[in-house]
Structure formats: C-alpha cells, structure tokens
C-alpha cells in the first residue's frame, strides 16, 4: 500500500479522527458497549435476533464510507495497493486472529480503551504497534 503523501492534508484527517472519537463516545454514553471493530463484525456470525440490523449497518456504513467520501464529499483520494491477493488474505487473517486473540482491535482497544485508561489495552496496542513496525521493518529490509 503506498499513501500519496502529496494529497495529505491534515484537516480531513483531524475531522474523521474527530468524528471517529465522537462516535465512540456517543456508542459507550448511548448503548454502554465498546466500540469495537472486531467484536461488531465477529457478532454478526450468529448473531443475536436484535443485534443484526445494527451491526450489519455498522459494517455497511464502514464498507461505504469511501463512496460517501467520494461523492458525498468530493474527497479525492486514491489509495494504491501493491500486494497480491493471497498476501492480502494471509494479512487479513493474521488480523483477525490477533484481535480475536487479544479481545479487541485496535479501535476497541486503542481509541476505547486507552481513552478509558486501561492498562490492559494500553499493552494490546503497544502490542499492535509493534509488531507492525517490526514487520513492516522486516519485509522492507530482508524479504
């Protein structure tokens, strides 16, 4: 994946974390559940009768949310992806384990969590972290 940093413009970027901070909250003070990528997405695997509309709308509006930004809001971003598909798959996968491994994602446990001081999810993103610059850090300097 390769960013175009020359389009980079900070504002849209500060809205959506905006944005993203607000729902979050609103999701806790609202319905008093994490706001959790993983767990929204894993429930919708035999889901409760009441859980399914609201959860595949969640996923629909996170599906769509490049669409609405492109032609909604006249965002013009391009994102380029230069891994095949397998590659893709075998990272898609390794994700979804780790979060199902470490009881969250990285938005459960690093917007949610860290906003609520916990020092659980301060040590599964410091986790996330890391092994994602280690193995970007890998693939780029010995594969």
């Not at 504002?11 to 959506?16: H, Q, T």
């Not at 990272?91 to 969590?113: E, P, Q």
């Amino acid at each position: 994946m390769t960013i175009d940093w020359t389009s980079f413009t900070p504002g849209p970027a500060l809205a959506g974390g905006i944005i993203l901070g607000i729902a979050a909250a609103l999701y806790v003070l609202i319905n008093g559940r994490i706001l959790g990528i993983s767990g929204i997405l894993g429930g919708l695997i035999g889901p409760k009768r009441t859980d399914w509309l609201w959860r595949a709308s969640f996923v629909l509006g996170l599906l769509t949310a490049p669409l609405w930004g492109r032609y909604v809001f006249q965002m013009n971003t391009t994102a380029v992806i230069d891994a095949d598909y397998l590659t893709l798959i075998i990272a898609g996968l390794l994700v979804g384990f780790g979060a199902r491994y470490g009881s969250g994602c990285t938005s459960g446990h690093g917007i949610c969590g860290l906003s609520r001081l916990s020092p659980r999810s301060l040590l599964a993103t410091l986790t996330f972290m890391g092994c994602g610059f280690l193995v970007v850090f890998l693939i780029r300097h010995w594969i």
